[in-house]
């Protein structure tokens, strides 16, 4: 019998924890090696869920790349990113016959032996040996790899100090310090258990914590420390030892909170644009089309010095506002043909431009569509749950339209850069569960194409149906996204109180968000951008900016125009592309206007007004505007070619609505770009046609001067410059044909890098 023990004894010391753990047993928190034996008892062991999970964190151990993958690496699983603690626990201490952690010889432990490079690892080394993270993984395990117990004391949430830093040369890094607050109310340090990583090169974090100048100009820091993540804000400046203020004057409350930011990082504004750029500007940035020449020189010979300020509120007054406003809505709003069909995308269309046109508060338009039921052509806001058809799809767009939330990673593990974690996603997804569809016709065409449909239908609500949580195998409790979970009767309409509690002025989110988005289509770069990616750790440009026009769309009781005019009349709004010797490199700060690209009904509808011939458009009456085009293919291309228009619009990234996201609206430029430009068979023919500009210029009793003059106002806003004048005279001398020269002179204005 005794050799029987002395033998066992020898087995258990041999194996290790494989023979202690496998039945299930587990030494007890507090307890080490020596405590068991008889020996010293060691205080206070690393605890799992804050110290051992943070060091498989730091590690990089949880990482999808790693561990955290789905299928594991090596045959050891991890939750991704640690969202998982008693998964990670079993996976430590049970799995692989528990021969991953040895609590007899800790440091033989295979845990400690593959990421410290004593045996192979695919991974590699990890940490050393004199590294905290070895340390505490010894320790735990030496304790006997304890788990957490229910009454531990569990992290709150972290604080980061600085949160925001301007570094100016030869300053180039700063430490920052981390610090974790438990639900006992004590705080510790997790400097150097914390993540860091930084939003672009400008800068680069050490394990430690050290943030270290890369490259001048600004970054985030998002600082993670188990499911927690605070920002932290850097800006390396240089040090322009002859930098002085130029004090430019502030016309409202966006220059001053702009002003101060250019100030503390050395940056001066450009100067304002003159007035054949701002109009130019203004009128596309309003209504998408260019100003014809007439008004172009009317307001250039203007000298009264409120004139931007009286064009502006012309400019908001005129219909086409609406058909430019509604055409970014339309985007958005998946208002495509294939789901919601023609008449649906007309019917909605006309409803959104309605909507702007009247001037109705973004709050009840929002909140128009998001409570709406009932037939897709008699009540249109219904169209908004026929182009998102189940709830995940319907929650992932309303968060990400209205609250500038991407939720979508969420649906498969809690979220990696945000707070939102499964439970949220479900039970926001939980919220649209009663949502359901009363086919009344469905003529499709195709018919093994499910997705498309053709004949009206009848959103309804149910008094029933509900949300499976998968990572809980149970039905999600309905909840609005980061605020209170409502108590709804058990067949109650959950989309009213939905609709109010999204759109409330209390809902920072969704200000905030409308702010973003007329912002992103006014300057041509959020404050937050991207501009549906809310989340503390991709923290707005200009925070008090952002505030302020919150507070300022509230007042005005969400009134697109109101916001828009505010903006439009601030100097920043007015300033020139052209940088100076301090704004060079700026791409985010505002302190030039930023050179952006026409989109594809802009250029197009600029290019009409110029060659003085509409394109045409499949199912669409002659005359009708790129910027008017209610939805996307009224004609499908497989029964019938596309028309020029078409053909056009889809060169140059017209979206097919497929995606609730102004991503899917491509405005970069490329080769095949230029190459159409100069060698499009439709613009060719519709400059030489009779009732054109071009034949029309071409056969007045203008000399011609006369004709330079007309041409360069209507595709330039602007008179010819002498050297422009020269040329162009010269062009109209040497050829013979007068109309030729015209339209010579015509097509080269259209390609100009200015046009």
Not at 119 to 142: K, M, N, P, S, T
Request: charged share 25%.
């Amino acid at each position: 019998m005794q050799h029987r023990t002395i033998l066992a004894a020898r087995i258990v010391a041999v194996l290790g924890v494989a023979a202690l753990l496998a039945s299930g047993s587990e030494i007890a928190a507090g307890e080490s090696q020596a405590t068991a034996e008889g020996g010293p008892r060691v205080a206070s062991p690393p605890d799992f869920r804050t110290d051992v999970m943070a060091v498989f964190s730091k590690s990089g151990c949880n990482m999808g790349a790693c561990h955290g993958n789905q299928n594991g690496k090596g045959g050891f699983f991890l939750s991704l990113r640690g969202q998982d603690a008693k998964f990670d626990y079993r996976s430590v201490t049970r799995q692989f016959s528990s021969r991953r952690v040895n609590p007899f010889d800790a440091e033989r432990s295979l845990l400690l032996l593959k990421a410290a490079g004593k045996v192979a690892h695919q991974g590699g080394v990890r940490f050393r040996e004199d590294d905290v993270e070895y340390q505490i993984l010894r320790d735990w395990i030496a304790a006997g790899a304890p788990n957490s117990t229910s009454d531990a004391p569990r992290v709150e949430r972290i604080e980061v100090e600085p949160s925001e830093q301007i570094l100016i040369e030869p300053a180039d890094s700063v430490a920052i310090r981390v610090t974790a607050i438990l639900s006992d109310g004590t705080q510790r340090d997790v400097t150097r258990l914390a993540c860091y990583e930084p939003s672009n090169l400008a800068a680069e974090v050490d394990r430690d914590g050290i943030a270290r100048r890369q490259a001048f100009g600004e970054s985030t820091v998002m600082v993670r420390y188990l499911k927690h993540q605070a920002p932290v804000r850097l800006a390396f400046v240089p040090a322009r030892p002859d930098f002085a203020w130029s004090d430019p004057p502030a016309e409202n409350f966006i220059d001053s909170l702009i002003y101060d930011k250019l100030r503390a990082l050395r940056v001066n504004p450009s100067d304002l644009c003159d007035d054949t750029v701002f109009m130019r500007r203004a009128y596309l940035d309003t209504l998408g089309i260019l100003p014809t020449a007439d008004e172009a020189r009317a307001f250039v010979a203007d000298s009264h010095p409120r004139k931007r300020a009286a064009l502006i509120d012309t400019l908001l007054a005129r219909p086409e506002f609406a058909d430019h406003w509604a055409l970014k809505w339309s985007d958005i709003l998946r208002n495509e043909e294939k789901v919601l069909d023609a008449t649906g995308v007309e019917k909605f269309h006309a409803w959104i431009r309605q909507s702007i046109a009247e001037a109705k508060p973004l709050d009840q338009f929002v909140a128009e569509m998001v409570a709406a039921r009932g037939s897709t052509y008699e009540n249109p806001p219904a169209n908004y749950y026929r182009a998102n058809r189940d709830p995940s799809t319907r929650g992932e767009t309303t968060a990400r339209l209205f609250l500038g939330v991407r939720l979508q990673c969420a649906r498969c593990h809690n979220h990696p850069f945000d707070r939102w974690t499964q439970d949220d996603y479900y039970s926001w997804s939980a919220l649209f569960a009663r949502v359901d569809y009363e086919i009344v016709e469905n003529k499709r065409t195709d018919k093994n194409d499910k997705n498309e449909y053709v004949g009206e239908q009848i959103v309804l609500v149910k008094d029933e149906g509900e949300v499976q949580n998968p990572a809980r195998k149970a039905t999600a409790v309905p909840a609005f996204l980061g605020g209170a979970t409502p108590e709804f009767e058990k067949q109650a309409d959950r989309l009213p109180p939905l609709a109010e509690w999204l759109t409330a002025e209390q809902n920072e989110l969704f200000v905030k968000s409308q702010v973003n988005f007329i912002w992103y289509h006014l300057m041509g770069r959020g404050l937050v951008d991207p501009i549906d990616d809310f989340r503390a750790t991709n923290p707005a440009v200009n925070p008090p900016l952002l505030d302020a026009l919150s507070a300022e769309l509230i007042a005005a009781n969400f009134d697109l125009r109101h916001l828009v005019r505010m903006i439009m009349n601030s100097r920043v709004y007015q300033l020139s592309t052209e940088p100076n010797d301090t704004n060079l490199e700026d791409e985010s700060n505002f302190s030039r206007a930023l050179v952006r690209r026409l989109s594809a009904e802009q250029l197009l509808d600029a290019q009409s007004q110029v060659v003085g011939v509409s394109p045409r458009f499949n199912g669409y009456p002659a005359g009708t505007r790129a910027g008017q085009i209610a939805g996307v293919h009224r004609v499908k291309p497989r029964s019938k070619p596309p028309s020029d228009g078409d053909r056009f619009l889809m060169s140059f990234g017209k979206p097919e609505r497929l995606l609730a996201c102004e991503c899917e609206r491509s405005n970069e430029t490329s080769l095949s770009h230029a190459l159409m430009l100069i060698s499009d068979e439709g613009l060719q023919q519709r400059l030489t046609q009779p009732q054109g500009l071009a034949a029309r210029l071409a056969a007045s009793s203008l000399d011609h001067a006369g004709v330079i003059d007309e041409l360069f106002w209507t595709a330039l806003s602007r008179p010819p410059h002498a050297d422009e004048q020269a040329a162009a005279l010269e062009l109209f001398q040497r050829v013979e044909d007068r109309a030729s020269a015209v339209q010579d002179l015509t097509w080269a204005l259209l390609n100009a890098k200015e046009f």
